[in-house]
C-alpha cells in the first residue's frame, strides 16, 4: 500500500480491527487513513490507547455496531423479544441486562427531550465521542436509514454527555 500511494496511484488506504501494536507496525510502511474498529456505549476500551494514537496522527477512526446489536435501541426490552435460534440471545448474555435496561430508562428523557428515539440518541452520543470520525450504523430498512441519519439533527450539551457517562460508569 505504501507503494501505491507513493506512486500516485492511490490517495490513501485504510485498516481495519487493527490494534494499536498494528497501527504502529502498518505506519512502518504507510499511515493509515483510518481505522475501522468496534466501538459502543458499553465497550469503549480502545479510548485507552487507540483513541489517543490516532488523534496523534491524525488518523480517522470508522466504529461499527454503535448499537450493540440492537440492544442499546431499547426494543429488546419492550415487546419485540428475540427469537430462540437469534445469535443475540447468546451475545447479549455478557452484558447485566437489568443495568442496561435501567440505564437506557436514565437516558429515554433526554431523547425525548431531543425529540428522538434512544437509537438516535446512542448514535448521537457515539459521534461526539473524542476522535471518533465516522460512524456506521445498521439499518434494516429505508425508515431506519432515515432515523439513523436523523441522529445528527440535534446536539448534546456537556451536561448532557455527562451524565450519559455517569450513567455508563454504573454499568
Not at 490494534?19 to 468496534?38: C, E, I, M, R
Not at 457515539?126 to 425508515?143: D, F, H, P, S
Amino acid at each position: 500500500m505504501g507503494s501505491l500511494i507513493q506512486q500516485g496511484k492511490v490517495r490513501a488506504a485504510a485498516v481495519s480491527n487493527y490494534s494499536l501494536d498494528q497501527l504502529k507496525t502498518a505506519g512502518n510502511t504507510f499511515v493509515p487513513a483510518a481505522n475501522q474498529v468496534a466501538y459502543r456505549m458499553l465497550n469503549r476500551g480502545i479510548e485507552q490507547d487507540l483513541v489517543p494514537y490516532t488523534i496523534a496522527n491524525n488518523i480517522g477512526i470508522i466504529v461499527y455496531s454503535p448499537m450493540e446489536r440492537g440492544l442499546l435501541s431499547g426494543k429488546y426490552f419492550q415487546n419485540e423479544k428475540l427469537k430462540m435460534e437469534d445469535h443475540r440471545n447468546g451475545y447479549f448474555g455478557q452484558f447485566d441486562l437489568e443495568k442496561v435496561k435501567a440505564f437506557l430508562e436514565s437516558i429515554r428523557p433526554i431523547a425525548a427531550e431531543k425529540n428522538a428515539s434512544l437509537a438516535q440518541l446512542v448514535l448521537r452520543w457515539t459521534t461526539l465521542q473524542n476522535g471518533i470520525t465516522i460512524v456506521l450504523a445498521g439499518a434494516r430498512n429505508a425508515e431506519q436509514a432515515i432515523a439513523n441519519a436523523q441522529a445528527m439533527s440535534f446536539d448534546l450539551s456537556a451536561e448532557e454527555l455527562n451524565f450519559i457517562d455517569a450513567g455508563l460508569n454504573k454499568i
